[in-house]
């Protein structure tokens, strides 16, 4: 829901959660207790799949993990 201009709440479950294709150190793994307690830093990827490259701009003013 990224047309939104009101702004609104998402929540994105992380249970299957998969490190990223190029993080082949961590290949296979699930993001567990264990390891969200070692987190220190999070980056959020944003893509729509094929097509034209999309335009806009995407505000994050908050990020909590439960």
Same mark, same amino acid.
């Given at each position: 829901?990224?047309?939104?201009?009101?702004? %609104?709440?998402n %929540? %994105?479950?992380?249970? *299957?959660?998969?490190?990223?294709?190029?993080?082949?150190? *961590? +290949?296979?793994?699930a993001?567990? $207790?264990? *390891?969200? $307690?070692e %987190? +220190?830093?999070?980056?959020?990827?944003?893509g *729509?799949g094929?097509?034209?490259? $999309?335009?806009?701009?995407?505000y994050?003013d908050?990020?909590?993990?439960?």
């Amino acid at each position: 829901m990224l047309n939104c201009r009101t702004g %609104v709440d998402n %929540v %994105v479950g992380i249970r *299957h959660s998969r490190p990223a294709p190029w993080d082949t150190a *961590h +290949a296979g793994e699930a993001l567990d $207790a264990a *390891h969200l $307690a070692e %987190v +220190a830093t999070f980056n959020l990827y944003l893509g *729509h799949g094929s097509g034209a490259p $999309a335009k806009g701009v995407v505000y994050v003013d908050d990020i909590t993990a439960e």
